[in-house]
């Protein structure tokens, strides 16, 4: 089975644009996490989706969306970009939501300028 | 304030020794800790998992305990190699079905 494949795996924008980052999730897998890893933060978790509906929220500000689509494959949308949003950002897989095991894809680099 | 802590950001050890990673954590309630292994320019690996009920899990040379009374879990790499090398992360799953991640060690096997 392929893995979780993530596009673009790099992207170079400056302050005040938006992105939109996709994840395609292991085939079977339905549902799809978002996180943002930092040098000072850590991993931190953004969103999860399920049957196309986000079923979990992290702590991020509401420039910060996502949705899934029918698929299971997910986007995640930056809008108003700001150099601290300058992240690797990961996505997740698993069968359904709360599994023990998920898997992370590569992850799309993002650099704000 | 919620904290995950793993004790230090790098730890080199000797090729063939037991590496011991750790992880604190204060004001969570777990129903479970999970182990990753990250390489550089990839995302993190499951390695494994224990519940708060379990005291110790072990996957090959891999070891990790779990001591909800200090409130820490302590991962072994027996035998270590340089492939071992990576950053290694651990993650708490409460009961609100959230994850939380630590900041990682980076582990250095030194040949």
């Known amino acids: 089975k392929a893995g979780v494949t993530q596009t673009p795996r790099y992207l170079i924008k400056t302050r005040g644009q938006q992105v939109t980052l996709s994840c395609s999730p292991i085939?079977?897998?339905?549902?799809v996490s978002w996180y943002q890893q930092t040098p000072g933060q850590g991993l931190q978790f953004l969103f999860e989706?399920?049957?196309?509906?986000?079923?979990n929220k992290g702590n991020f500000p509401g420039r910060f969306s996502g949705r899934q689509f029918s698929n299971s494959r997910s986007e995640m949308n930056v809008s108003t970009l700001e150099l601290g949003d300058s992240a690797l950002y990961l996505c997740?897989?698993?069968?359904?939501?709360?599994?023990?095991?998920?898997?992370f894809g590569p992850g799309t680099r993002l650099t704000v300028l | 304030s919620q904290k995950i802590e793993q004790n230090s950001e790098a730890l080199n050890i000797q090729e063939g020794k037991t590496a011991t990673l750790t992880c604190n954590y204060t004001?969570?309630?777990?129903?479970?800790l999970q182990w990753y292994r990250q390489d550089p320019g990839r995302g993190p690996v499951f390695l494994l998992l224990?519940?708060?009920?379990?005291k110790e899990k072990r996957k090959e040379r891999l070891k990790v305990t779990f001591d909800t009374t200090l409130k820490q879990s302590l991962f072994h790499i027996t035998a270590s190699q340089p492939a071992d090398s990576a950053t290694y992360l651990c993650?708490?799953?409460?009961?609100?079905?959230?994850?939380?991640f630590g900041t990682g060690t980076r582990l250095t096997v030194i040949p």
């Open positions: 989706y399920f049957s196309e509906t986000q079923r």
């Open positions: 004001n969570y309630s777990p129903a479970y």
């Open positions: 085939s079977g897998h339905r549902s």
């Open positions: 224990i519940r708060e009920n379990e």
């Open positions: 993650a708490l799953k409460t009961g609100a079905n959230n994850l939380f």
């Open positions: 997740a897989s698993s069968l359904v939501p709360g599994e023990d095991t998920q898997y």
